[in-house]
């Protein structure tokens, strides 16, 4: 086994093979980028060297230096994660050139898998099924026209050199043929410079099966049964399980052998996944093999109770794999969905940004989390906007998707957008259940899914402002009028407002103290309230006629500006934030005296009124500063200043005459 390898990756994926590495025994080498000086794979090596700048081609794709390193540092192999370099038969061949392994596929199976049409010509010769098509070389039209006729309709065309669901065509007739021949060839050869095109009739609702396939170097093949990876978007995964829903023995006897023969048609070793179209008469046909570690292996890991990084590392040091085809376990049902910096709201654009509060579900054997980040970490424009996987077991799949669902209601991040209530909504979804999948699942149940733009929630921007008055308070033994904070008035309830801001509205929230809690109005709706605050945690009843609801919400408070801060509350899987400038509108004044008091212990920050000037109701005449809040405090009415009595950086008591101010005659001060 190796002393040192050096992990060719970044995230959670090189966190993860660390982790194993670790296990056993083996230190470890991490390389990163000028974006990852602090990233969590770095702090979790042995040892780490920096590739370069961020962007990938100057940093995770530099070949030249990852050998470099890989010599200067000692590590006798290269784990190249997936992604980047890892199906690169280049970088595999200049590893072995360099004398370093590569922890992956022989270069001749890279090469071999590299070419789809290539691929499926290997895997006809080796009697692993195909859709029914034609992959060859004749690209004269009246054949394909007479290809096409014997293939059937409806027909699919997709450029040789295309991949990931690109360069394809459905044609529905026979009539459309030449036309849309013509235009795929032109497509194919603008987007990828070759205008080859394969035809295979069309399946119109299958399924994405797949078989984690294993082999060593002593002609040991076997499979770790399937996974079913439907669900999709723009050909990315969203959610993988295993084992597939509505999946016989036989079937995964059938599929997992036809894997095998594909990866023993190539000479293979290493982790691979064979990808099948899986249709809805029950037959499978072959769609490309994948020559690396996927990113959804963990759930294979979670129903068999092997750790595919183990196997890989094994076997790259020439050792035989650890089970034998019948040795290996099928145990209860494990789900995985990917949890990004992404805005499902706005087509999913990449979200990037601090992750500002980050609380993650308890791990244990039921949920595991692979993530490359920490609470504060930047998600960075440069790479794949990944947060983490999070990945469930149990054992049925009914029990896997409860816990699912209560793992994804405990995953609160805030700072960016995430996709976390999209995949609630996702594994809630009664079609998901009914495991009615297949690759069109999230066009099918769009309006579903996509919940309308979430309007602030009424009960969320109340507890938003709960949180914010219950921050702000003084420990619940220095409960007097005269320290209960700000908004205390003479002979008055004291009342705090807060302007905050969601999306496009701003709302304004009255929070008057009462004997018995709050009660809180947004323009004329008015509920009384109850709440408790521990640390993030806000306990908060809301009660109005006759009915009352007790909330137990996480709350995260940020300041992204000296300005400005950002609440956000967590309502279930939802996040509702609200962002709010720090000033708030006071009310404390002191009718009688016609002067402006100070309503709490503070600091002047700004001074805007001056001696003499007239002002308007509603002008903020000074800003005090207390508690990390600002105070705006305001002209009660139109008026002129007489004076000011403080500067900027002044302490002043609770109660200390801020400003002498006269109301126009006839107007109240
Ligand atoms: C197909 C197909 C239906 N019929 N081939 C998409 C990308 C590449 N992996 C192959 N793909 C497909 N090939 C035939 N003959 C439907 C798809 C397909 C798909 C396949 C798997 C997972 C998600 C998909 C999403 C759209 C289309």
């Not at 995964?237 to 190539?266: C, D, H, L, N, Y």
């Not at 790479?383 to 995953?411: C, F, G, S, T």
């Amino acid at each position: 086994m190796f002393s040192k390898i050096l992990i060719a990756n970044r995230g959670e994926i090189a966190c993860r093979v660390i982790k194993t590495a670790h296990q056993l025994g083996i230190r470890c080498v991490a390389v990163y980028s000028e974006a990852d000086a602090n990233a969590r794979h770095v702090q979790m090596a042995d040892e780490a060297f920096l590739l370069g700048p961020a962007p990938s081609k100057d940093s995770y794709l530099r070949a030249d230096k990852i050998l470099a390193i890989a010599k200067q540092s000692g590590a006798e192999a290269i784990h190249p994660g997936y992604g980047f370099l890892s199906e690169n038969e280049d970088f595999a061949k200049a590893c072995a050139e360099a004398g370093v392994v590569f922890i992956g596929p022989p270069v001749p199976a890279i090469a071999a898998m590299g070419s789809k049409s290539a691929a499926k010509e290997i895997m006809s010769k080796a009697g692993v099924p195909l859709v029914p098509g034609y992959h060859g070389e004749n690209q004269d039209e009246t054949f394909l026209a007479a290809e096409a006729n014997r293939i059937g309709y409806p027909l699919l065309l997709k450029a040789a050199y295309g991949g990931g669901g690109k360069g394809m065509k459905v044609v529905w007739q026979a009539s459309e043929f030449m036309e849309q021949l013509h235009s795929a060839k032109r497509e194919a050869i603008n987007g990828f410079g070759n205008d080859k095109i394969l035809m295979e009739r069309y399946l119109t609702k299958p399924r994405h099966v797949e078989i984690q396939v294993f082999a060593d170097n002593f002609g040991n093949a076997v499979y770790l049964h399937e996974r079913d990876c439907s669900i999709q978007r723009r050909h990315q995964k969203v959610i993988e399980e295993a084992p597939a829903p509505s999946f016989s023995a036989e079937q995964r006897k059938a599929m997992g052998e036809a894997a095998v023969t594909a990866a023993k048609a190539i000479g293979y070793a290493g982790a691979g996944t064979v990808e099948f179209l899986f249709d809805e008469d029950g037959s499978f046909y072959f769609m490309e093999m994948n020559t690396r570690l996927q990113v959804e292996h963990p759930v294979t890991e979670m129903i068999t109770g092997q750790d595919l990084v183990k196997w890989q590392l094994l076997v790259a040091s020439n050792q035989p794999l650890p089970l034998k085809q019948e040795e290996i376990p099928l145990d209860g049902h494990a789900i995985e969905v990917r949890v990004y910096a992404e805005d499902p709201d706005n087509n999913f654009l990449p979200a990037t940004g601090k992750l500002t509060y980050l609380r993650q579900p308890d791990c244990h054997r039921h949920v595991r989390i692979d993530t490359g980040v920490v609470e504060y970490d930047e998600v960075s424009p440069f790479y794949d906007p990944m947060i983490a996987k999070l990945i469930v077991w149990d054992e049925n799949r009914d029990r896997a998707i409860a816990r699912m669902r209560h793992a994804l209601d405990e995953y609160r991040i805030a700072g960016v957008k995430t996709n976390l209530g999209f995949l609630s909504a996702l594994v809630s979804h009664p079609a998901f259940a009914a495991a009615a999948l297949d690759t069109h699942f999230i066009e099918h149940h769009q309006a579903d899914l996509f919940a309308p733009a979430q309007s602030e929630s009424q009960q969320a921007l109340l507890l938003a402002a709960l949180y914010l008055l219950l921050k702000q308070q003084p420990a619940p033994t220095d409960r007097s009028p005269w320290s209960c904070g700000y908004g205390w008035r003479l002979n008055e309830a004291p009342q705090v407002r807060f302007n905050l801001q969601s999306g496009d509205s701003t709302s304004q929230v009255v929070i008057q103290s009462t004997a018995t809690g709050q009660r809180l109005c947004v323009d004329d709706y008015c509920i009384n309230a109850r709440a408790e605050l521990s640390g993030d945690t806000l306990t908060a009843t809301l009660a109005n006629a006759g009915n009352s609801h007790q909330f137990r919400v996480r709350v995260s408070h940020y300041q992204p500006t000296p300005l400005t801060q950002t609440v956000s509350v967590f309502i279930a899987h939802q996040r509702f934030d609200f962002t709010y400038q720090t000033q708030v509108e006071v009310a404390a004044t002191d009718e009688s005296a016609g002067s402006l008091k100070a309503p709490m212990n503070g600091t002047v920050v700004a001074v805007m009124a001056s001696a003499g000037q007239q002002v308007q109701a509603g002008d903020t005449l000074l800003v005090m500063e207390a508690m990390k809040m600002e105070y705006a405090i305001k002209a009660p009415a139109n008026g002129v200043v007489n004076s000011v009595f403080y500067q900027a950086g002044d302490l002043v008591k609770d109660g200390a005459e801020l400003v002498d101010f006269s109301a126009e005659t006839g107007a109240s001060a």
